[in-house]
Nanobody, 120 residues
Framework: QVQLVESGGGLAQPGGSLTLSCVASGSVFAIKAANWYRQAPGKERELVASINVRSIINYSDSVKGRFTISRDSAKNTVYLQMNNLKTEDTAVYLC??????????????WGQGTQVTVSS
């Protein structure tokens, strides 16, 4: 079994920074690819950052230049560094990853989400 757990959310002031972590645990051989999504109340889920198996990275226009996705393969962890936060970044942030298990099966997993609130 595999679990994805996000952490690092909280309250930040406009212009501030937060770093989210997404840790894969259990029968994990490797994280093949990962995405960070966010969902604000009354809005559709938005893909904000992704990193694929070749470490090719993409960002949504709304966060480009402010957010950085990265991963530590040794720790089975994906990060989202968020700088220059804006009030419109307020949302639940969810980690999604394609994980290769120790049985060498690849499946898609989701974390439970972590709340990010940007407010003065």
């Amino acid at each position: 079994q595999v679990q994805l757990v996000e952490s690092g959310g909280g309250l930040a002031q406009p212009g501030g920074s937060l770093t989210l972590s997404c840790v894969a645990s259990g029968s994990v051989f490797a994280i093949k690819a990962a995405n960070w999504y966010r969902q604000a109340p009354g809005k559709e889920r938005e893909l904000v950052a992704s990193i694929n198996v070749r470490s090719i990275i993409n960002y949504s226009d709304s966060v480009k230049g402010r957010f950085t996705i990265s991963r530590d393969s040794a720790k089975n962890t994906v990060y989202l560094q968020m700088n220059n936060l804006k009030t419109e970044d307020t949302a639940v942030y969810l980690c999604n990853a394609q994980i290769v298990t120790t049985q060498f099966q690849t499946s898609d997993y989701w974390g439970q989400g972590t709340q990010v609130t940007v407010s003065s």
